[in-house]
């Protein structure tokens, strides 16, 4: 994740608009293409090359998921959007990954874009990966940049025709796609959640320079979510109250449904932020706390030393006519009155609550 | 009161959307069923099995309480929303605990979700529940995950026919059981407010590591509350706006009183927050105050004393020619001199309102 | 004034909505009525029993405005509810003193409740009272918790026929008294401002806990009255815009400059908060500003003498062979050398602008 | 500028609305009318007396501006308010100078109601006097409190037939002057952010509690400032929404450009907040560092001379058995060994980057 | 970038609205008009008169970009408004070089004024120019007021015919040159983040005054950046809502596209705000820690050698009796006593975690 999606900038400074220009990072070799074929009946599950994929399209009654993983291949995708007869900037959103998260509306299909967040262990970063729906008549297009996805247990309920997924449409899936990403936000945020709980422990116990840098990356990351995840509720009811033409109205309390989840994600979202304000303070009183022991501790120290060294100041003084000096017991008294002197201190000190 | 609703995430990823899967923990072995039908004549109140329920649906003119306590059995759960026509995301609601507040209205009924509030005793934490509502003509269904409710009043109000509730129909049911629910978030929150007082009390008068902690930890209560308070204003202000079809125009003032306690609620909650805010404020100036203090302390010992030893320190010196030694009253002298610096001392910090 | 309404949940959880509970405390023997009849030519005022009441409604043509002070005796309040045909939500508002601030519109009449606020003197607490205000046709009823209001004025203008409020109808009465009302909360803030003033020259001048204590208390205060006020702006905007039925052209101009005399109590309430808020902030400075210079006189103090004692050390040791010690004007050799230092460490400290 | 105000209250409560009291003090003997009369021909410029004033109103085709400096003569001003048909409310707003800013509009005619600011010299304070404008078919009536305005270039465009103004009419007039007032914010701002700038040079290098109360008293006129300012957006801005039968088409493209001024003049007094609030920090953060420093210091000469005054003392005591003192170079040994030492502790001192 | 548009009041107050007076400097002798004509086949570019404009003005089948450097000349520019049929004020906008970002849209043409800024090298400032564009059928004419801009990609577009932009029309050029305009913001918002990252890093590891100085210069750019950038959102959405005579439907969603750079623009800038403020907590936490630490040294060798010296004072006291002075090996045993407790010391600050 970061703040500013500089490639993007750096590449398309100049270029004319809707030029494709890929801004990720190239991770496999050939962009992979599976399609999954269905209806109630029947499914079918293909990993094709481009040229093959005419042959898949004839059958109209079936719902074909088409899932193109890895974006650099620009020719193939501008050939793409040229047969499905897709806009121009259509595909230049596909392609920029640092798009923000967007719903485009338009007579012959619907777009939709947005981040799918991972956590590949618990220490590691959260994984970001854009990801772009296209809906059209009785097919979904996903684009996604890397091989690797939260899609799994969607393809396992198509497959194994669990739950009513197989007697739906197109509008259906892609509704049961979006779903499996809103899910995933919540694994991420409870992993945030956790790191949250442990940093609030540390700012408790053993508030360090490690604790506050920790903190403040953890506030970032925080920041940085937000941006990613805020536009989605509007992806999403967006979804379900301007693509009305796509959506069947069977499908529709399901996006309602979905869009609930995404406010509570933007919800719990909102109160980590709060927590971790929470947090930064408590680490500041944390702080002010053990200043505060610190300079208790001086203070008892020196309260009682500095007077006790002062008599003994004194009366290692070389006057000649000192007439304590010459006492019998002249040092015992002393001592005694520095014993009384330190037990007053300590009392003083016991009332005040210091010790 | 958890932040994240890990439960759901957990158990639910990877399931098809509205599939029953009951999110709490189990606390009773069988679902029990209490039905209590009434109208302005007759009164009857039965705990029955589910299988008896059918006989008395018949009567349509008296109105008909279902009391559900227990959402484990999701195969029972499942078997009524067929009987009564529920949709599978209703059911997928009433059995998740987890669930945001909401309302769904649908043309022959309307379910309104939101969590129970008591404070089982003073020192102990909030007890959350959640509890559905489904209306449905003359019948009205609730859904409480455990035994215990605050719905006693309002059984007793039907049973020994006080006020006018025999007199209306199930629309006032539902009014009279949310009135009691939202009734005991003011308990809820006066609790809370003693707490803030008293954390109050102790921020000024003794701040220590544990009152932060202590004000720490209600910042966050109030923070998940806030979560958990604020969207039941929606749902209440929309069964009175979205559900007309189902809610009679006499019920309607109630819900609208009933509405303004919510507010009210809320409200409230909001003064907390600031007022915790402000709590927070005084425990770090209460604890500036200490620091600066001991500071004082501190600095008027050592400006005393540290002069003086020095003093006593030079006439320590064992300078072989050193006049003032041989004086016979140097000795008091100097004692004297040591006497005038410290009422000297004393008088500086008296003009400085140190002390 | 108290944040949690507590009487008000405490005596009415469990009781039917609409029942009729007075949750202040009662201040009258008897509730008392006080009637003010007038037109332009005549004028009339007489304190009543209920039961004389009825013969004063016959005349329709002049005002009457009904003034009942005390709300303990329900009984009485109900029957009046019943005889002037009052929805019993309505008669629950009026004797729930913890009430928000409302206004509810109804095709007989219209109830508005608001808080008459007053200083009994500068050191006491703001007194806080509930009114409801009733108007229906010529009928203007007020219920008034306690004897003792601001409307003083108003009287006075209707009996000495001063101004135009003899030519109008109730609704201009209910104007004129909603400003009495509101005009005096400006007397309200006008004394809480002269507290803040107060505070901020203690916070600048001698900051203490009791000043802090204080400023919290004051920031409390203006919380709870911004929760009393804010909601007043609706209900006045409300009866120019909702209640068009009961209210004549000619009186609109004159709720309409009250309605920004209102926000102009909203807005100077909002400057008191930042003001306050600026206090606190003076107040921490105030105090960092005073620790600073305690530090300073301890750093001056220990920095000159500390090194000086050391020397003074040095030359206490019982060596043998310590060569300065028998120089017949070692002594004097550092003493002077303490004294040259002592003045390089106050310039040291001059330049740094310590002192 | 003065925060609650006052004057209207204390003398207002308990009279009816409508009635006329000055709230401000008199400046003046009598009030002053000035009148200047033009078209696109001919100029008139002349101070007249109120019963003079009839005689101007003749002829409708020329643009009469009549300024009236003085509020104190509330007769006169009531009788104009009947001679010219306005509303008693009108002119009680044009006489309490402590209005908030506003714009009502009527069929016959529209008033604003705003404040003017000047900056008098550098060092002095804002002055603000309220001013009120009544526009009504080919007549600009103003108000104001005491002599001296921003007005004087409008005059130098009217009587030297500068611009366009001469060919326009009464609502261009109005624009006109509206112009000059909003232009004068500007000046008021800049003399506002020149301060800001040299309290922000003193918080960074003197910070002192001179600089503390200064940038308090900054940030309270701030807070002044913005709410007679805010207002003033919707005045202009409902000027061309709300007076459309009043203001010709012509002129609506410059109330726009006028609105958009004003827009920036509340963004840079945003600006301005920001920025105080941050010269606040700036100014802790300086004590902070300054603190810092102190401590500093009092740990360097602490850390170096207490451990070897303790040297010293060790060999101050009287033991009869200490084999170091009958050394011959014990005594310079222990000094070079106190050299050392001092040297590893400045060494220590510049790796923690202290000196 | 100033915060206060100085010279525009200084130099206008007083002068009619509308008259041209340009607020900037003269950066060059001449007002340098350079044309670009071009359709799909043919392209021209040259550096004219204003003389020879008009020849060009004839083909009106080409699209022609009249590229405007310099401001100063006002006579010429305000010809040009009379050639061109544009409002004074659209003229006296181009020359007042501190409007805010605005969009007119009138019946002949579209005026949108935004803020081009540019990095020129990394240390110095951002140079911000403010540039206008006038849409008018065919004609798109740019007024800067420096030479040197960011539209040199698009000018080697035409000129090269790269991309779409040859085919389209002169809506389509507008969008073209704000695209330019707002990527270029992307460039500046990097240089500001990877600022702030090195402010955060100083911050951590050595934060200084200088840190401070820098992080509050910094925060101010920002400011003053949010003021520029914010309007320009509604300049832009303005542009496809509200000229929609003068955009044809193939250039909206490019509109579209643009809209959204914007926003993204502005949260970048949300965050970089939020991180700045993030920056200063971090700063101040670090400084506090560093302030703890250096206490923490204090109290250590006050703690361990005050005592000790203590005890070294008791035995230099010069009593006649003192019993452990005779002792043969009392000197060793105190010295091993002392030894003793400072390890006890040692011990006790481990514990606490002080070292």
Redesign the interface.
């Given at each position: 994740m970061k703040?500013?999606?500089?490639n993007?900038?750096h590449f398309?400074?100049?270029?004319?608009?809707?030029?494709l220009v890929y801004t990720g990072e190239q991770s496999l070799k050939e962009v992979e293409i599976t399609i999954i074929s269905y209806d109630q009946e029947d499914v079918y599950e293909e990993k094709i090359t481009y040229e093959n994929l005419a042959e898949h399209l004839i059958n109209k009654k079936k719902v074909l998921w088409i899932d193109i993983v890895g974006l650099h291949d620009v020719d193939l995708l501008e050939k793409m959007g040229l047969d499905f007869g897709l806009?121009r900037?259509t595909m230049e959103?596909v392609v920029s990954i640092d798009q923000?998260p967007?719903l485009e509306v338009f007579d012959e299909y619907v777009i939709a874009i947005l981040k799918m967040m991972q956590c590949i262990d618990k220490e590691s970063e959260i994984d970001e990966e854009q990801i772009s729906f296209i809906l059209k008549d009785g097919i979904l297009i996903t684009f996604q940049e890397r091989p690797g996805d939260v899609f799994?247990?969607v393809r396992?309920?198509i497959l194994e025709n669990?739950?009513?997924?197989r007697k739906r449409k197109a509008d259906y899936l892609l509704?049961?796609l979006l779903?499996?990403v809103v899910?995933?936000y919540?694994?991420v945020?409870?992993n945030i959640?956790e790191k949250i709980e442990s940093l609030e422990n540390q700012a408790?116990e053993?508030p360090s320079?490690k604790t506050?840098?920790a903190l403040?990356q953890q506030?970032?990351q925080l920041?940085?979510l937000r941006?990613t995840i805020y536009p989605i509720r509007e992806v999403i009811g967006g979804i379900e109250k301007n693509a009305e033409h796509k959506i069947s109205k069977d499908t529709k309390?399901?996006l309602?449904?979905l869009y609930?989840n995404t406010?509570?994600v933007i919800?719990?979202m909102e109160?980590?932020r709060?927590?971790s304000s929470?947090v930064?303070?408590?680490?500041?009183?944390?702080?002010?706390?053990?200043?505060?022991n610190?300079?208790?501790?001086?203070?008892i120290?020196?309260?009682i030393?500095?007077?006790?060294?002062?008599v003994?100041?004194?009366?290692?003084?070389?006057?000649?006519?000192?007439p304590?000096?010459?006492?019998?017991?002249?040092?015992f008294y002393?001592?005694t009155g520095m014993g009384i002197a330190t037990l007053g201190m300590l009392g003083f000190f016991r009332w005040k609550?210091?010790i």
């Amino acid at each position: 994740m970061k703040i500013l999606r500089r490639n993007k900038e750096h590449f398309k400074i100049g270029l004319p608009p809707g030029a494709l220009v890929y801004t990720g990072e190239q991770s496999l070799k050939e962009v992979e293409i599976t399609i999954i074929s269905y209806d109630q009946e029947d499914v079918y599950e293909e990993k094709i090359t481009y040229e093959n994929l005419a042959e898949h399209l004839i059958n109209k009654k079936k719902v074909l998921w088409i899932d193109i993983v890895g974006l650099h291949d620009v020719d193939l995708l501008e050939k793409m959007g040229l047969d499905f007869g897709l806009h121009r900037l259509t595909m230049e959103d596909v392609v920029s990954i640092d798009q923000r998260p967007k719903l485009e509306v338009f007579d012959e299909y619907v777009i939709a874009i947005l981040k799918m967040m991972q956590c590949i262990d618990k220490e590691s970063e959260i994984d970001e990966e854009q990801i772009s729906f296209i809906l059209k008549d009785g097919i979904l297009i996903t684009f996604q940049e890397r091989p690797g996805d939260v899609f799994q247990f969607v393809r396992i309920r198509i497959l194994e025709n669990r739950g009513s997924i197989r007697k739906r449409k197109a509008d259906y899936l892609l509704y049961a796609l979006l779903d499996a990403v809103v899910d995933n936000y919540f694994v991420v945020l409870e992993n945030i959640g956790e790191k949250i709980e442990s940093l609030e422990n540390q700012a408790m116990e053993d508030p360090s320079t490690k604790t506050l840098a920790a903190l403040y990356q953890q506030r970032r990351q925080l920041m940085e979510l937000r941006r990613t995840i805020y536009p989605i509720r509007e992806v999403i009811g967006g979804i379900e109250k301007n693509a009305e033409h796509k959506i069947s109205k069977d499908t529709k309390p399901f996006l309602r449904d979905l869009y609930e989840n995404t406010i509570q994600v933007i919800e719990t979202m909102e109160v980590f932020r709060d927590m971790s304000s929470g947090v930064l303070d408590l680490y500041m009183n944390s702080l002010s706390n053990r200043m505060n022991n610190v300079m208790k501790v001086l203070t008892i120290i020196s309260t009682i030393f500095i007077p006790l060294s002062f008599v003994a100041g004194v009366y290692g003084m070389n006057f000649e006519y000192m007439p304590e000096l010459t006492w019998h017991y002249g040092y015992f008294y002393v001592l005694t009155g520095m014993g009384i002197a330190t037990l007053g201190m300590l009392g003083f000190f016991r009332w005040k609550k210091w010790i």
